[in-house]
């Protein structure tokens, strides 16, 4: 094989490895950009690459996020004999401007009844049948029927919800003025397990491959949560420093093994403590003389983003490592660090990270509205993100789509 056909050959490779969409469908000027700079030793070739909007099923073409700086989209190729290196920038992102959001509900969101709107829609209703096949049962009748303490396990939760709220979106694009809403979206993101909807909505990943994922987290965080006696409580009423003072103030009674800490920054007045049953009994015990307005025991298995869930990671860098992940085509913001991310390697990490990590969704919030944001849209089960939204600024402009 010539010098020049070999290049071209590990480039389309390189390519291919990274994007591996439908060759039939649309593609973007994100895309093609993310794509065209190809650096080798002393040589340098740029080409056209292709990138398909179809891994949810969904027929628009993929459209470039406003204001998005094409310069800093490069993706930078080494290539080797028999091997190929691929590097994107992960601060393709970072200097995003937010006008329109699609936010994405957790754990706790369900509700017996939901995916029922789903089934007027035919593209909605269809995302339950592909479900079906990966899971190996009907989730829509858990959906549909319940029963409640059946839906509410972790292991049937995060799909049905995972699949419910992008139900949701094909809902949203059947309506009038749907698709143009849809197109209009420049950054999304999701609470704990929405991560994985958000990135599913941004293309990261196929709908079917985010099912795999959702499917082993739920069932490494159940078995992780089997293993040790644990709970969360939500803690309302007062700031994250107090409930940080409480925190102390419990861990001061109880052994390593039921020490507890804040694993969700909700919003003021709102967040959730996570850690050993003896720990957050200590935590509900004192939480009035700390003031708090009341506390609520959250119905989940065990204490989720909390060292608790450290069984749960290497299950879930074992499957990552194997899935193909992709450049979102607009800004998802992670969990963990409340920042987007581009580079896929640093997704896996970050998604491996986050059962484990605080859920630092104030800062998300906050930083949105504070960067410009517009309207966002919660799509999904439940009314939690719209409710956190309008406790954070009550002018914020947030509407809900359900399924």
């Excluded at 891994?55 to 310069?71: D, F």
């Excluded at 960067?371 to 939690?384: D, Q, R, T």
Aim: a neutral charge.
């Amino acid at each position: 094989m010539h010098a020049r056909t070999t290049l071209v050959f590990h480039h389309y490779t390189a390519i291919n490895q990274l994007i591996r969409f439908n060759p039939i469908a649309k593609f973007s000027p994100l895309s093609t950009a993310m794509a065209s700079s190809i650096v080798l030793p002393s040589i340098s070739l740029a080409t056209k690459s292709l990138r398909s909007s179809s891994c949810l099923g969904y027929k628009n073409e993929i459209r470039m996020a406003p204001r998005l700086n094409l310069e800093k989209s490069r993706v930078f190729m080494s290539v080797a004999v028999g091997s190929e290196a691929v590097v994107v920038d992960d601060a393709l992102f970072k200097d995003y401007t937010p006008s329109s959001a699609f936010l994405f509900p957790g754990q706790g969101a369900q509700t017996v009844g939901m995916g029922v709107e789903a089934q007027k829609v035919p593209a909605a209703a269809e995302l339950y049948k592909r479900a079906n096949d990966i899971l190996g049962f009907d989730l829509l009748d858990i959906c549909v029927n319940g029963p409640k303490e059946k839906l509410d396990s972790t292991v049937l939760s995060q799909p049905a919800i995972y699949v419910t709220s992008l139900a949701a979106v094909e809902v949203l694009r059947a309506r009038d003025g749907g698709q143009q809403i849809i197109d209009s979206v420049d950054v999304t993101c999701g609470l704990s397990l929405g991560e994985y909807t958000a990135l599913a909505f941004a293309e990261a990943f196929s709908f079917e491959d985010g099912l795999k994922l959702v499917k082993l987290r739920g069932e490494a965080m159940q078995d992780a949560a089997n293993a040790a006696k644990s709970a969360m409580v939500s803690i309302i009423g007062l700031d994250s420093a107090k409930v940080q003072l409480l925190c102390d103030a419990a861990n001061e009674e109880v052994d390593e093994a039921n020490k507890v800490q804040i694993a969700n920054f909700l919003c003021t007045g709102n967040y959730a403590v996570s850690g050993g049953l003896k720990g957050i009994e200590a935590v509900e015990a004192k939480a009035k003389s700390f003031k708090a307005r009341m506390t609520v025991r959250l119905a989940v298995a065990g204490a989720f983003h909390t060292g608790f869930m450290e069984p749960a990671v290497s299950r879930l860098e074992a499957v990552l490592a194997s899935t193909v992940i992709r450049p979102p085509r607009i800004p998802v913001i992670s969990n963990v660090d409340a920042q987007p991310h581009a580079d896929p390697d640093t997704i896996k990490k970050i998604l491996a990270r986050q059962v484990t990590s605080p859920v630092q969704w104030e800062t998300t919030v906050k930083t949105l509205l504070s960067k410009g944001l517009k309207k966002s849209y919660e799509l999904g089960p439940g009314k939690v993100i719209a409710g956190i939204v309008k406790r954070m600024d009550k002018s914020a402009e947030i509407e809900n789509i359900g399924a």
